[in-house]
Each structure stands twice: as structure tokens, then as C-alpha cells.
């Protein structure tokens, strides 16, 4: 079981007690604010979330209207940069929304960016694209025809410093097939038409290619044993789940073996999941307790998982 230490506490503050733990991590069943206000300064290595969204057709784990988001997510905003290391990141991925009665968008998520630039530095922006998302808004995209299906929502790389910590080795993924033959056969440096010079030094093998920003992660894992645990205990499966493939780029990427994460709105705890499979100590909070009780079972049997870049 995880040690108190392991989840480092302020000098006279009390952490609640853990709703469930494993050898490398606790689940909290309370509200965030609560929870993180426990927690020791610059004690967290990397935050990784998704918030509740900021959508108009209200959802069974709660969310708020586009214009009073940023309101309601900074207290949140301000735990997470107080006990974030200096060297550490915030991961934060945040689905778009639809003004009302118009096919036009909210512009609510860039204006949470410019507020939130005020205290982190923008490392890097990430799109996570869905191919499997339903064509929505359907009243605009299947029934009037005027818009495509919204497939890609926005993830931001936030950190404290200029140099957080990152390692782009991690994450590599296999060459293609041209590259492999590039690799084999070899080319003769030249100057591309964009100016570009292609030197030998795109001939050297280091091992894979380095991923772009954009992460191509279909949700469609309806046959996840959480699902199945989930109907067998009579338990809500929690309905805007993470695939796993999402953290778990981030967590190599920008994080060590044994670092601590944390997933400050854990739903059904994907975050907590990845990290104990990939070494990394974890910290889960979420509020709803049928939504922990249901988290609790994805850690009946963690297996480790194989690397997946």
C-alpha cells in the first residue's frame, strides 16, 4: 500500500483519507479544491485532466456554461500551478462547445488561454483527433449540412518554466516504410523548394520518428473491461472516458518512473491507470463517489503495459 509520504501533505494540513489505493497511488473521493489544498507546494511532477467541458446540453457529470468557465475552473488553475513542480507540466484537455441556436463557435477555451497564460508559459498546443466522433452538431452537420463533424478537441501542454521537463525519446514512433528505405539506401543532400536543406543528418537513425502534435486516438473501446466490471457491479460507467493511448504519450513524455501525477477531475481514473503501468506513482480526486467505486475496478489485476512508442 502507498505510504502517507508517497503523497507529500503541507506542514499541519490533514489529506483525506484515500477512497482506494495501490503501490504507487491513492484515490480521493472529494472535491479537487479540498483535496489539492492538502497537498505540499511544488510537490506534483505532472498534472494531467479534462475538466468537465463547458457545453450547453447539460451532462450527468456536470459542467457549466461556456461564459462562466474560466471563472469556475481558476480556483482549480491556481491549486494546480501552487503544487506543480517548477520543472513540472499541466496537461489540460478541453472540448470545444457551440453557441446556442448558431453555427458558430464559443471561444470560451482561448479566452480560459489568455487567462491562463497569465501564470503558465504555453509549451506546446496538442490536438487530439477522434476519427470515431458522431457527426455533431447534427442539426447543423447531418440535417442542414452546413458544417462537418467537430472531431479534434484541444490539448494543452502548460508548464511554470521555459524548460519544463520533456523527452521527445519516449515517445518515438516506428519510421515508415519510405523512411526505413531512406535509412537503407541513402540520398544525396539537396535543397528542397521550400528552401529547406536536406542534409546527412536526416539520415541518421535515431531510433523512430518523432511524433507530430497531432494525436490520432479513436474512443471506440466499448469492449473495455471497465465497462464490464462496471455493469457487473451495477456501477454508472463514467461517460466521457480518456483512452488510454492519450495519457499515456503525455505521462512518458513528461514524466520519470516513480514521479507523482495527478488528475485533479479523475472520472473513472485512466489517468491513475496509465501511471501505475508505466511505473509513475498517482494521485486520482474526483468527487463522485459512484464514479470512484467504479475506478476502483480497472486496478483489480493492473498488468504492466508494453510501451507504446
Known sequence: ??????????????????????????CWNVNSLDGMSALADASIDL??????????????????????YAAWLWPYVEQIHRVLHPKGSFVLELGGAWNRGSGTRSLYQYELLLQ???????????????????????????IRRTRVKDAVNLVWWLSKTTEPRADNRKVLRPYSPSMKRLLRDGYDPAMRPSQHELSKVF?????????????????????????AKCRAAGLQIHPARFPLPVPEFFIKFLSDENHLVLDPFAGSNTVGYVAETLGRRWLGMEINPEYVEGSRLRFDHPAKRKSAG
Not at 49 to 67: C, D, I, W
Open 47 to 68: 498534472v494531467v485532466t479534462s475538466p468537465p467541458f463547458a457545453l450547453r446540453r447539460r451532462k450527468a457529470y456536470g459542467n457549466v456554461e461556456p461564459a462562466d
Open 1 to 26: 500500500m502507498v505510504t502517507q509520504s508517497l503523497i507529500p501533505v503541507r506542514p499541519g494540513a490533514k489529506a483525506p483519507e484515500a477512497a482506494y489505493s495501490t503501490p504507487l497511488g491513492q
Open 203 to 227: 539520415q541518421r537513425d535515431n531510433g523512430g520518428a518523432i511524433p507530430p502534435n497531432m494525436l490520432m486516438v479513436p474512443n471506440t473501446r466499448s469492449a473495455d473491461p471497465y465497462f
Open 116 to 142: 491562463l497564460s497569465r501564470i503558465f508559459f504555453l509549451a506546446q498546443d496538442f490536438y487530439w483527433f477522434n476519427p470515431s466522433k458522431l457527426p455533431t452538431p447534427a442539426q447543423w452537420v447531418t
